[in-house]
């Protein structure tokens, strides 16, 4: 015996009640697009906090994960709400028909927020292979953040120019006259600026390669300084009499650039002269002299001392040795102390230093 509901004093079975009209469907259909959304909009945010909490304790715990996990956590992670109950909107109205404008409508919100979430997806993968760079070369350097700032911006505005293109092409406008259009700007831009897209492109060169860093001291040309500031456009030395050089970045990576900053040691070349008439037993005694004056200073690796030349006034002694240090000032010290030590060694074993010759100008 059929069970009643009461409405309008008619008695109505269960399959006559869900057979009820109401907004252009069905409560058989209203319910089974209401049981789609509220599961699936329970579900996913379920799982996301899931996977989010079990990406926070590997984070915490320092373990190294495969990269397509790394990056597939990651992307969960940055899936938002509106997604998610985009999905569930999307399943539910599924079992649904409405109005030929009402759907629309549904259609342009729903692929609107697909290609939303496609463009997060998309900048969270960028910026994950930026970290990532980052991390493997021990840190960005804070200098060359800027730089890093604009690779964003210009993948941004890529993947965001993307996804609303193909947001447009999906809801079936035609974007092959709005591409032209835009090639066409996008040359006359291009050409209007391209000094300065040159620097910008230079910009970045120099934040992904890092030929150099602030604080570096360069030689570039016929110019000597420290690095000040890396620009978009332009960076700054600090030249070795005081004032400012201000190069532009294209013509810096165009340039011989000598980067005195990453050196790891210093190699020093001099030569002295000793008089032509010199015993020759105290010539064999001259290279183990400076030997043991430049090993007894810290921070440096004696290489040679020999008696290379010889004219009619002098014998001439080159010497080579280098110091474990970049700092200029210790090198400038030990040369210091060699170049005393080699007089007073040298004097005291009665060898005489070879005087350049003196011209005397004769009177007419």
């Known amino acids: 015996m059929p069970r009643s509901f009461g409405c309008r004093n008619v008695d109505v079975s269960w399959r006559e009640f869900w057979s009820i009209q109401v907004l252009w469907n069905s409560l058989g259909a209203w319910s089974i697009a209401l049981a789609a959304f509220l599961v699936t ?3 996913l945010p379920l799982v996301k906090g899931f996977i989010s ?5 590997w984070l915490q715990s320092g373990r190294e994960l495969p990269l397509a996990i790394q990056v597939a956590t990651l992307l969960v992670a940055r899936t938002s709400r509106v ?3 985009t999905v569930a909107l999307y399943l539910g109205i599924n079992q649904l028909v409405f109005p030929k404008h009402i759907e629309q409508a549904f259609d342009i919100a729903i692929v609107v927020t697909f290609w939303m979430q496609v463009a997060i997806w998309a900048m969270t993968v960028v910026r994950f292979a930026v970290d990532r760079r980052s991390r493997r ?5 804070p200098a060359l953040s800027g730089s890093i700032d604009i690779i964003v911006f210009a993948a941004g505005l890529i993947v965001w120019t993307m ?5 447009l092409d999906n809801l079936g406008v035609q974007i092959k006259p709005l591409l032209a259009g835009l090639g066409i700007s996008g040359i006359a831009v291009a050409l209007a600026v391209q000094s300065i897209l040159g620097d910008l492109l230079a910009s970045l060169s120099i934040a992904l390669d890092k030929p150099f860093t602030v604080g570096d001291a360069l030689a570039i040309d016929d110019y000597n300084g420290t690095v000040e500031h ?3 456009k332009s960076t700054r030395l600090r030249s070795v009499s005081g004032e400012q050089i201000i190069m532009s970045n294209a013509d810096i990576l165009k340039s011989r650039v000598r980067n005195y900053g990453r050196m790891t040691e210093r190699r020093s070349v001099f030569t002295f002269n000793v008089e032509f008439d010199t015993p020759p037993e105290k010539l064999r005694q001259i290279p183990e002299i400076v ?3 430049i090993t007894s200073r810290p921070q440096t690796r004696f290489d040679r001392c020999h008696l ?3 004219n009619n006034s002098a014998l001439q002694y080159e010497t080579v040795y280098f110091m474990t240090t970049a700092d200029y000032g210790a090198y400038a010290d030990t040369q210091q102390f060699v170049n005393i030590a080699i007089l007073e060694k040298l004097g005291a074993l009665g060898v005489e230093f070879a005087l350049a010759p003196r011209f005397v100008k004769q009177a007419s």
Not at 53 to 57: E, I, L, T, Y
Not at 137 to 141: A, Q, S
């Open 137 to 141: 070369e021990g840190g960005l350097d």
């Open 163 to 167: 996804a609303f293109l193909l947001a």
């Open 308 to 310: 290379l030349s010889y």
């Open 41 to 43: 909009f329970t579900v």
């Open 291 to 293: 030997k043991d004056i």
């Open 230 to 232: 890396i620009g978009v």
């Open 53 to 57: 909490s079990r990406r926070k304790k």
């Open 83 to 85: 997604f998610l109950w």
